[in-house]
């Protein structure tokens, strides 16, 4: 059984950061990706960042340059630093492991960017 636990969510006022993390349990193949997805109110989750465990990383651009993925290879944890937070980086934030083509997800933190 795999399990995602999230911690790192809050409330930041605009400008502030914010570092979200991830520790997966159980049974993790070698190989995997690891990410963060988010979803504000009203709209479609979307990919925020992913990190292979070989190291490659992809981020949406609207994101690049202001966050950064980071992994933990033996410790199964991935992170997300979040600098210069806006409004519009308010959502749900869910980390996701992509294991042999089996997705998992963490139940969700909220971040909350307001002054």
């Not at 869910?94 to 997705?103: A, I, K, M, P, V």
């Amino acid at each position: 059984q795999v399990q995602l636990v999230e911690s790192g969510g809050g409330l930041v006022q605009p400008g502030g950061s914010l570092r979200l993390s991830c520790a997966a349990s159980g049974n993790i193949f070698r190989i995997n990706t690891m990410g963060w997805y988010r979803q504000a109110p009203g709209k479609q989750r979307e990919l925020v960042a992913m990190a292979t465990s070989n190291g490659r990383t992809t981020y949406a651009d609207s994101v690049k340059g202001q966050f950064t993925i980071s992994r933990d290879n033996a410790k199964n944890t991935v992170s997300l630093q979040m600098n210069s937070l806006k409004p519009e980086d308010t959502a749900v934030y869910y980390c996701n492991l992509n294991n042999g083509g089996t997705f998992y997800w963490g139940q969700g933190t909220q971040v909350t960017v307001s002054s």
